[in-house]
């Protein structure tokens, strides 16, 4: 076969090669708790260790992956590691990988119902799934006037529910005819908002200008009085206010926006109400935190959250929920005569493709899948108090510290120090965490001072983990 | 360890369970040449197959994989069939599972450099690789002003280069202003260009009615006179004409736009020339071929093909190439001080999350390490070379017949054919095949008649499957 049909070579050895795959990964994986977290290699360093022309004659797979550890394991940095506390956990669960194998084996194309049944319709269950679990009202529910898709990231998500809400506010005329025939439109988020959303209103057409950075309080939640402010002040300058975006947990400080109360507001306006809750939706999972997350849920027009951030979900997966599917549709839509199909036009089947920016689409609800049937939802409750209790005991070797201090309330499994001598010494300890080789931490600013963050959501953190990063921070 | 850690418990398995859903796959795999291709679920068949409530109690990967095989594998549609000819080819090739496992499991972030610099500098040389494989200019080397990207899809692309385009024309004006403050600004493509055009200038805030569907000529190739008319109208009615997109291999019959001419009339007014070849481009692998798809790739701003098309490598992996890279980064980078690093701000360094919509981003690289590597540019082209042959071997039974005849020239894998006796009779021919179960295939229209397009590239397909279908469609 492989003779006839050299491209095929792959095909007869799979089976094999997956096996040798499966040991390299199990060999790989130890590396999580060995290899220093951040990569050391300089810019250049992958680039110079790689052939720099194509090969042209093939390898077999063993040698392959003797070279992935020589020239690419050095460049890697272990977001596996259970030190991993920079930015946001993004880890990669095993069920959640079993998944991926084999939704990516499927091959299916799920862009509309007829190009894969299976791929749209557990989709459908899965994002149902999840509502049940995490509590999410009635008006995200399979079945009913919104429902459930599944996009890449939280930043395609927001851009998406951005581009429904600017074609509903004009009634079209922006998705025909353009913006240069509508009047100025704004956007509304706080100033500890994501930047997906003043890249989306980039992207949307609005312009970066047009994004209102809503001050926050003291505790980094959205002034909802500033917020109601700014939008009568655009008015009676003759803007056009059209979507808000609540945060669930800021990127720098875990912050929770009061969202019931701002939804009194958007809705006094016709504003269409976004949350973003990409890393803190997962302890919506958890009944101790679940009132928290969801609050203000059933008055939002479009809620998501990340499962490839705390949820352990390999990357990508990001859940978005709308009230109402009809404008996202309206905004998405584009059917050319070689997309038409029976069950399309009967109107009667979901085609996801009408939910986002892509046209083609990857099984990824399978990830989703095996995770919530193999691990369940009481294992990743559990996981997320863990790691909720892991801060909590964070927070009391800092609040019994006279080095440093908490510089925002703990939120969920986020903690945010500075140190008590100002940046110097918080950079002093950020740069001493990051050269240990165990851990990784990534920093912020909360009112004008340098803060470390320690996001605690590794899948193999412990107490010991914890303790020896305040080791580290004790000098 | 599972006692105490519940989420962990797919850790402890993970080796044996990657065997077992390599076993399911094995097996899986085989289905491809003996399930039906279209699935035969009606709407809901498989919402009605799963459980309607999240599962509390978990359970095995086996009982897990034994519930895909009875709920989920009946709505699959077998993509992966040797006799799949339906829109275009969407394959699962082996290598590339491979190198998709392995980059799943190594739960990169490559947002930054220096959040993977392995994921970024492996994507950077293959990109590279690729470019050298195909002949593509040296404007898109790696290493000078412009450079190589892996997008999700060819939406993808093109709405981040008509983004580029857009704020490019109006300085910065319409992202950082909004384009209301923009006078209106025009797109161009053919009457055959993908959806996808359509789309990305509806989300980008132009507005569908200033995308310009400029007319084809007879053989679907977009007509240059044409648009130079257009664009002229256009600038005389006080429009700007900021971007074209010319398409390398359209998704009805394979018409290739004379992309050299369409650049020197895109140079003339600085409009930003985007190519699309996300089905064709795979075919500049094959030397055969290499000229006819490159023509003009030297005049051109942005370059795209998708190798989760015709190459084989699963979903998603669509390839971009830009002359520069400046634009596109100034429409796409914003950077909060939570991303801020040193790295990053010395300029030394590609932060790919500045290349495309999304923030965060997958090892997507690694699928085309281990298809470039394990299989080889040579076989790739054979592959391409042999498909060309069954589309031609298939033109020829036509050219023979009575009662089939082609509706455009042949372009590549792909064979646009109607019955002589018109469009109810095509109609006949399309369910007779996808009644038969051995095959997939769809429509287009093409001078308003209805066409039975057979796009020939399944990673399986011989002769045989040809010559079957042929036989089916001879009654």
């Not at 890393?279 to 997350?293: F, N, P, Q």
Request: with cysteine; aromatic share 6%; hydrophobic share 45%.
């Amino acid at each position: 076969m492989s003779t006839s049909r050299p491209w095929r070579a792959g095909a007869a050895s799979f089976g094999d090669d997956m096996r040798d795959v499966t040991r390299w990964l199990e060999r790989h994986r130890e590396g999580a708790h060995t290899q220093r977290v951040w990569s050391e290699c300089a810019p250049g360093d992958v680039l110079d260790a790689l052939p720099t022309t194509v090969p042209t004659a093939p390898v077999s797979v063993t040698t392959a992956l003797d070279d992935i550890d020589r020239w690419i394991v050095p460049g890697l940095v272990r977001w596996d590691a259970p030190g991993w506390f920079a930015w946001f956990p993004s880890n990669a669960q095993e069920h959640a990988l079993l998944g991926d194998v084999l939704g990516a084996a499927m091959a299916q194309q799920g862009m509309l119902w007829i190009s894969s049944p299976a791929c749209t319709e557990v989709e459908i269950r899965m994002l149902e799934w999840l509502r049940q679990a995490m509590g999410l009202p009635d008006r995200f529910a399979e079945g009913g006037p919104g429902g459930g898709v599944i996009q890449d990231t939280a930043s395609s998500a927001v851009l998406s529910c951005l581009v429904a809400a600017r074609d509903r506010a004009t009634d079209g005329l922006a998705r025909d005819q353009g913006l240069h025939a509508a009047g100025p439109l704004t956007v509304y988020a706080s100033d500890q908002t994501h930047s997906s959303v003043l890249k989306a209103a980039s992207i949307a057409g609005i312009g970066r200008a047009n994004v209102r950075a809503v001050q926050s309080t003291a505790d980094g939640a959205m002034d909802v009085a500033a917020l109601s402010d700014t939008i009568r002040a655009d008015i009676e300058s003759g803007c056009r206010p059209i979507f808000c975006c609540a945060t669930v947990g800021s990127t720098a400080s875990g912050a929770i926006d009061p969202v019931d109360t701002i939804a009194t507001v958007c809705d006094d306006h016709s504003i269409w109400l976004h949350v973003d809750a990409a890393w803190a939706g997962t302890a919506a999972l958890s009944a101790r935190w679940r009132d928290v997350i969801i609050a203000g849920a059933d008055l939002a027009d479009s809620w998501c959250f990340n499962p490839h951030k705390w949820m352990g979900v390999n990357f990508d997966c990001s859940c978005l929920w709308v009230a109402d599917r009809v404008p996202l549709i309206d905004a998405m839509s584009v059917t050319p005569e070689y997309l038409r199909n029976d069950p399309t036009d009967s109107g009667g089947v979901v085609d996801y493709r009408d939910w986002h920016v892509q046209l083609g689409r990857r099984f990824r609800a399978l990830k989703l899948w095996m995770v919530l049937r193999c691990t369940g939802t009481q294992a990743l409750a559990d996981m997320v108090d863990h790691h909720v209790a892991l801060a909590s005991h964070l927070a009391d070797e800092v609040n019994a510290s006279t080095t440093w201090t908490l510089a925002a309330p703990v939120s969920l499994g986020l903690v945010c120090i500075r140190h008590v001598d100002g940046d110097d010494a918080t950079q002093a300890g950020i740069n001493a965490v990051n050269a240990d080789g165990r851990f990784a931490v990534t920093h912020c600013k909360l009112h004008d001072q340098l803060v470390l963050r320690v996001a605690i959501g590794s899948l193999d953190v412990e107490r010991s983990h914890i303790d020896a990063l305040w080791g580290v921070l004790q000098g």
